[in-house]
Nanobody
Framework: QVHVVESGGGLVQPGGSLTLSCVVSESIGLYTMAWYRQAPGERRDRIAGITRTRSIRYADSVKDRFTISRNDAVTTVRLEMTNLKPEDTAIYYC???????????WGQGTPVIVSS
């Protein structure tokens, strides 16, 4: 069983920054990694993804404010978030998608609250 653990969420003021981390229990060399978020009463949306070849895509809502990166040597993916807005408030989830088996693994989520 692959375990995915997110950390780094918290309360931040509008305009502030926060960095989320995601650690996977096995090598992520076969995985596309992504961050999703889900606000109360809303669906879970993909906001950033990075492939094995470092191809990156962002949702329009976070483009130019969020940066995703991966370090395969330590099986970690990060999401650097800047200029945070109240509408960024959500539970943030890390997803590990095995490009060969098609299996998806999810973390338990970490909350981000943007409020003054």
């Amino acid at each position: 069983q692959v375990h995915v653990v997110e950390s780094g969420g918290g309360l931040v003021q509008p305009g502030g920054s926060l960095t989320l981390s995601c650690v996977v229990s096995e090598s992520i060399g076969l995985y596309t990694m992504a961050w999703y978020r889900q606000a109360p009463g809303e669906r879970r949306d993909r906001i950033a993804g990075i492939t094995r070849t470092r191809s990156i895509r962002y949702a329009d809502s976070v483009k130019d404010r969020f940066t995703i990166s991966r370090n395969d040597a330590v099986t970690t993916v990060r999401l650097e978030m800047t200029n945070l807005k109240p509408e960024d408030t959500a539970i943030y989830y890390c997803n590990a998608h095995n490009d060969f088996s098609g299996f998806d693994f999810w973390g338990q989520g970490t909350p981000v609250i943007v409020s003054s």
